[in-house]
């Protein structure tokens, strides 16, 4: 195992929701992996947001503050957008047409072969499709 690992969109909405029918597997997973940077970009924080945007206002201030506590947590290493990222991640996901990708997944997937990362927090079978491996 590498000592970092990616955390996609479900992991953390299902960290954030205790009601989510991931949050226990989230949160067991992450105590097993004990220590270890936690890989996200801004394109997963916005896709967080988004989750949580009708859910009314005490949850969008609930995942304003976790947002914001993720940017700052010394375990996460949180990587902003660069000015490559979407036409980087326009040109994948123009490739992969016969794919079910999302452009975010497209960003992820190139972060983690950049990284040289192998593992995702995540259960999107897509991650599957391109050779990494799930961890929920």
């Given at each position: 195992?590498?000592?970092?690992?990616?955390?996609?969109?479900?992991?953390?909405?299902?960290?954030?929701?205790?009601?989510?029918?991931?949050?226990?597997?989230?949160?067991?997973?992450r105590k097993l992996l004990?220590?270890?940077?936690?890989?996200?970009?801004?394109?997963?924080?916005?896709?967080?947001?988004?989750?949580?945007?009708?859910?009314?206002?005490?949850?969008?201030?609930?995942?304003?503050?976790?947002?914001?506590?993720?940017?700052?947590?010394?375990?996460?290493?949180?990587?902003?957008?660069?000015?490559?990222?979407?036409?980087?991640?326009?040109?994948?996901?123009?490739?992969?047409l016969d794919k079910g990708?999302?452009?975010?997944?497209?960003?992820?997937?190139?972060?983690m072969k950049n990284l040289?990362?192998?593992?995702?927090?995540?259960?999107?079978?897509?991650?599957?499709?391109?050779?990494?491996?799930?961890?929920?």
């Amino acid at each position: 195992m590498n000592d970092k690992v990616f955390a996609d969109t479900l992991y953390w909405v299902a960290v954030l929701n205790p009601k989510d029918q991931w949050h226990r597997q989230a949160v067991e997973t992450r105590k097993l992996l004990g220590e270890i940077k936690i890989v996200t970009t801004e394109t997963i924080l916005i896709e967080v947001l988004n989750y949580f945007s009708e859910y009314g206002s005490l949850a969008r201030k609930s995942a304003v503050d976790a947002v914001r506590t993720i940017m700052i947590d010394e375990e996460v290493e949180y990587l902003p957008h660069k000015s490559e990222t979407f036409s980087d991640a326009l040109g994948f996901y123009e490739k992969r047409l016969d794919k079910g990708y999302s452009l975010t997944d497209c960003v992820s997937m190139l972060t983690m072969k950049n990284l040289g990362l192998q593992e995702i927090l995540t259960h999107d079978n897509h991650f599957e499709q391109e050779g990494f491996t799930i961890l929920l």
